[in-house]
């Protein structure tokens, strides 16, 4: 697992993952691997988790934020398995910002328990901090204005948002930034993890010019990621050998 390159596209609800997931695997020779959204909607066959934990965030928040955790991990462990070779994979979020960025903010607001919050923290800290998740070899940071990121949820219209306001988004863009730009967040596995963050206020979907901007910046992160590794595998050969 530790061989593959696995990089991270990250952002708040509406910043336009989506769309660039499509392009980047439209015209990047990567491998793309989704939140794993149909699992949270359907769990044993019937039962939609997300639906429920927008409804009813505080009943809901950590069992919803737990099997979020548990099914990321999988999607990435199921999808390497079926692929050959070393990627790039682009993963759509992460564990870590489950941890960062959703689940704190569960936590502040109330939704979760004292009790919730620190049982989360210590099954993050044992899968992550001991290997037992992959780690990644770059984040890719979709920055995005609450209120833009607002009017594109409402102009999508998905059932399961319908409940987000203006304020959980702002919170949301807040723990991405301290995490992701002023590195307030400490957690030593990625303390050292290249990141790429991508101004998307602009909107890029039919926008062929933005598009290509975001795309060669991309191209170029993951070309250099690639040659930090092999630098890196270099270097740990050469140390063998001596």
Same mark, same amino acid.
């Given at each position: *697992? ?74 990435? *462990? ?33 939704? *979760? ?13 044992w ?78 979907e ?13 191209a170029?992160f ?14 740990g ?6």
């Amino acid at each position: *697992m530790q061989t593959k390159k696995l990089i991270v596209l990250e952002g708040n609800i509406g910043a336009g993952k989506s769309t660039l997931l499509r392009l980047i695997q439209e015209q990047l020779p990567v491998s793309i691997i989704a939140e794993p959204t149909d699992k949270w909607q359907t769990v044993a066959h019937d039962e939609n988790l997300l639906d429920l934990f927008y409804k009813d965030t505080p009943r809901w928040a950590y069992t919803f934020q737990s099997y979020a955790f548990l099914t990321r991990i999988q999607s990435i *462990m199921e999808h390497i398995a079926q692929h050959e070779g070393n990627g790039p994979f682009i993963l759509e979020r992460s564990v870590y910002c489950d941890r960062f960025c959703f689940a704190k903010n569960c936590f502040e607001a109330g939704f *979760m328990t004292p009790l919730e919050w620190n049982i989360y923290k210590d099954w993050f800290a044992w899968l992550v901090e001991s290997n037992h998740a992959p780690k990644p070899n770059g984040f890719i940071y979709l920055r995005v204005d609450p209120d833009i990121a607002y009017s594109r949820i409402q102009k999508r219209s998905r059932s399961e948002e319908n409940g987000i306001s203006k304020s959980y988004l702002q919170s949301l863009h807040d723990k991405h930034d301290d995490w992701l730009v002023h590195q307030k967040e400490p957690c030593s596995s990625i303390k050292q993890v290249p990141v790429l963050t991508l101004n998307c206020n602009d909107e890029f979907e039919q926008n062929i010019q933005k598009q290509n901007e975001h795309l060669e910046q991309i191209a170029l992160f993951i070309e250099q990621l690639g040659q930090k590794i092999h630098q890196q595998a270099t270097l740990g050969v050469s140390h063998a050998a001596v």
